[in-house]
């Protein structure tokens, strides 16, 4: 068996004296797809900021195995507490991949789609144009946005168009791991399902290891081989996800699951 | 060496005004700014804050340049001041006329006679050489400004020479106009690490302030920040290898002197529109005529639909 | 039918359901359950509606977590116990040892039918083209009209979509297989045409436990028989 991307070892987050979330543990390897679920108030977009080094734990650590310096080996796992802001910078552009619920968090707005795309590459020293724009129009291609639109300002983008432009944007530089906060929330329900279809591809192509936040459990089902549910920012259950969905054992899971309407 | 003192006639032969310490500023300021005028020539191109004094006039007007020259000059200097290129404009005048009264410096028109250039907007066309030093008045020193007006944001982002915010600013003009649309103050990377405002000169000036050989300081006074650029230092402005960096060439010489390939100020003459291109840098102009060049002194016809003026070609 | 050795068994297995949404209630299914199923034979689970049948397969498949007792599969030459292996070990045996049809096609938004057929073995490595024409081999193996492959099932009938699962189920060839209701609505000729592709596995030396309403079709593929009942938890 390889060994772990991410290691998760008892994270918490306080605020005073409520904990967000306490006592997260599970590890992540490479090509699989985790999803948190959890209503609001439940932690899991306070976990996932724990897990990007948005927020510094209070309790616990969060371990990246960072990439190795040649194929032979395989790279060291390190408390990303301890890692500088300028690698920690470096990691959020080459490696890590943070796709935000809302577009103003996760784009920017007043620039062209393919500058979007761009931007990480920019920051990591390319500069030719010529280059910069036909990596966007690839990553636009990929991501089934409509290579016509790359000098719109994303602000005339759908909804579910911005998704997919943050997606590229961040993708472009083949991070190992990639969080998403709600990446189908508040998209159409058609939109939705392409989306999820895009998800599922590109995970399987890039063989990425994702983390979701979602509290669609049809989204978990889909996407991720194994879920965990949360609750006032502890993790009630834990397992692979048609388990947890079809067979809850905490009273929590089976609230949530039986809540979810059939169509 | 003695603190200089406004009992004894300055060089120039005029008395500085006994009401205020040479050069206006106290001998205290003047060290704190000279202390803070030394850490910016040892990092250079990086911004150090300074708790810029109140002068006696406004912010907008080069309080920034006039602290910065105000603590270096010395009695022997020889002052230059110009804005726009010309020695004769409002700014500089008054500017030049309060030096004068506060140091009795010897002041010039001529560039290469000054020990000290304090400027607005431009760099004299004549190189500079060793012993030199030029002083910018800067408006906005960050570069970064207009993209991310956070202060606290962009110290991160030079602390850790994360410039991909302004590499985008400039795909994007190249996305939605064909070219990098900045005309001045032009974004230069110095030393090969920071990133820097040059002042609003036009970018025309930017090749000037690669490997002088004088030393060019900066000072924003509103801002409170200076920065410096030391003799001899590499100074780059951002470009792409497919879009390079060009400067502005004209399709006229200068009316006046016939010089080819200085910057050109265009002015109306007429009703009718007829323009003269004449040098912007007024003692270039008055040093190549006073060498016997001529212009051809025919205005150019009004600007018809089409045809621009100004061409690019690559410096 | 040779059979050979044992590939999947259980000890002492038990599934009770606690229902917290009703007060804590709880339902006990069936209890202290030891099989043993063999490489070539078909274990038919047998017994009356809601005896249990689909949970204990379920609980075969992980799909249930076990209350007691544990599920231990066969994998190169190693007993490995499903209820006390990590997730990740399950989803590799998933993926390379165990096969699954399940009772209905839980239908992938989007995703063609020759795709959802192929996906099992481009989760083993296996090429996309190469994957994708073996799908096209079963799937015209059981009638599916090739029309249909490029197309998403959401839309296809209770048949068509039965046959695009049972297609998926065995497309990959798996040791151990579990089968709900393989042939449910489908008509005759295609229920012959998946009891053939059934008992071809088995004469390759696949284990097999199946859930089969159709008597005919139990009584054309099952080895023998386990009925539920006698392990039904006692009231």
């Not at chain 1, 189908?184 to 399987?204: F, P």
């Amino acid at each position: 068996m390889t060994e772990p991307l991410l290691v998760v070892d008892g994270a918490g987050k306080r605020y005073g004296t409520r904990w967000a979330c306490r006592g997260v543990n599970f590890q992540l390897h490479s090509g699989e797809m985790l999803a948190v679920v959890g209503e609001s108030g439940s932690g899991k977009t306070t976990l996932l900021r724990l897990l990007a080094a948005r927020l510094p734990c209070d309790e616990g650590r969060v371990l990246y195995r960072m990439r190795a310096e040649s194929a032979a080996e395989s790279g060291t796992l390190t408390d990303i507490a301890a890692l500088s802001a300028a690698r920690l910078r470096w990691l959020a552009r080459t490696d890590w991949g943070y796709v935000e619920q809302h577009a103003h968090d996760g784009l920017r707005l007043n620039v062209s789609g393919g500058a979007n795309v761009g931007e990480r590459l920019m920051a990591l020293g390319v500069r030719h144009y010529g280059r910069l724009r036909g990596e966007a129009l690839e990553w636009m291609r990929r991501v089934e946005l409509d290579t016509a639109r790359i000098d719109d300002l994303p602000a005339t983008y759908s909804g579910g168009m911005q998704r997919r432009l943050q997606i590229a944007r961040n993708l472009v530089t083949r991070p190992r791991l990639v969080l998403m906060d709600e990446p189908t929330t508040g998209l159409d329900v058609s939109v939705q399902a392409r989306l999820l279809d895009l998800l599922r591809k590109l995970t399987e192509e890039l063989h990425l290891a994702a983390i979701i936040v979602t509290h669609d459990l049809g989204v978990a089902r889909l996407l991720a081989q194994r879920t965990i549910v949360m609750r006032d920012g502890r993790v009630v259950e834990a397992g692979l996800t048609d388990r947890v969905l079809d067979d809850p054992q905490h009273p929590y899971t089976q609230l949530l699951v039986s809540s979810v309407l059939q169509p | 060496m003695t603190t200089p003192t406004n009992d004894s006639p300055t060089a120039s032969g005029v008395h500085a005004d006994h009401d205020y310490n040479f050069a206006f500023l106290d001998e205290h300021t003047k060290k704190t700014i000279r202390r803070t005028l030394l850490k910016a020539v040892a990092i250079p191109g990086y911004q150090v804050p300074f708790a810029s004094r109140e002068m006696p006039f406004a912010f907008g007007w080069g309080t920034g340049g006039v602290q910065v020259t105000a603590s270096i000059i010395g009695r022997n200097d020889v002052l230059k001041v110009i804005d726009q290129g010309a020695d004769d404009t409002t700014n500089a005048v008054n500017i030049r006329r309060f030096f004068t009264r506060m140091t009795g410096v010897r002041t010039t028109e001529r560039t290469i006679e000054a020990s000290i250039i304090q400027t607005r907007h431009r760099i004299p066309e004549a190189p500079l050489s060793e012993g030199q030093i030029l002083v910018y008045q800067v408006p906005m020193p960050e570069p970064l400004f207009r993209l991310e007006p956070r202060r606290r944001e962009t110290t991160e982002l030079h602390a850790l020479a994360d410039y991909g915010l302004m590499s985008v600013r400039l795909y994007e003009d190249i996305a939605q106009l064909g070219a990098i649309a900045r005309t001045y103050d032009y974004p230069v990377r110095v030393n090969g690490r920071y990133l820097m405002s040059p002042s609003p000169i036009p970018k025309f000036d930017n090749p000037k302030m690669h490997l002088n050989r004088a030393l060019q300081l900066f000072g924003a006074g509103r801002e409170k920040r200076i920065y410096a650029v030391p003799p001899y230092t590499t100074v780059e402005s951002l470009d792409f290898e497919d879009h390079p960096f060009q400067v502005q060439r004209w399709q006229h010489a200068c009316a006046l002197c016939d010089a080819p390939d200085s910057f050109l100020d265009e002015v109306i003459v007429d009703n009718a529109g007829r323009r003269l291109f004449v040098c912007s840098d007024s003692d270039f102009c008055a040093g190549r005529r006073a060498a016997g060049w001529r212009g051809s002194g025919c205005p150019v016809e009004p600007l018809r639909s089409g045809g621009p003026d100004c061409k690019k070609s690559v410096p | 039918m040779t059979i050979g050795q044992p590939m999947l068994r259980t000890r002492q297995l038990a599934k009770t359901f606690t229902l917290h949404q009703q007060g804590g209630l709880t339902l006990r299914v069936f209890s202290g359950v030891d099989l043993a199923v063999h490489a070539g034979e078909c274990l038919a689970l047998a017994g009356r509606s809601g005896s249990g049948k689909s949970s204990l397969l379920r609980c075969l498949y992980g799909n249930y977590a076990a209350t007691h007792g544990a599920v231990e599969v066969r994998h190169e030459g190693q007993w490995i116990d499903m209820t006390r292996a990590d997730d990740r070990t399950v989803l590799y045996l998933r993926r390379r040892v165990i096969g699954h049809v399940s009772q209905f096609l839980r239908v992938v938004p989007r995703v063609a039918a020759l795709d959802i057929v192929a996906e099992p073995l481009r989760l083993l490595g296996v090429a996309s083209e190469d994957a994708r024409r073996r799908a096209g081999d079963w799937l015209a193996r059981l009638n599916l009209p090739a029309r249909l492959w490029t197309l998403p099932p959401a839309t296809f009938s209770g048949g068509e979509q039965q046959r695009v699962n049972v297609a998926r189920g065995l497309v990959a060839g798996p040791p151990v297989l579990l089968l709900d209701e393989p042939t449910a609505s489908l008509d005759a000729g295609n229920r012959v045409v998946v009891v053939d592709a059934i008992r071809a596995a088995l004469a390759a030396g696949t284990a097999i436990v199946g859930i089969f309403h159709d008597n005919d079709v139990r009584r054309a593929v099952a080895t023998r028989s386990l009925d539920i009942e006698t392990f039904a938890a006692s009231a």
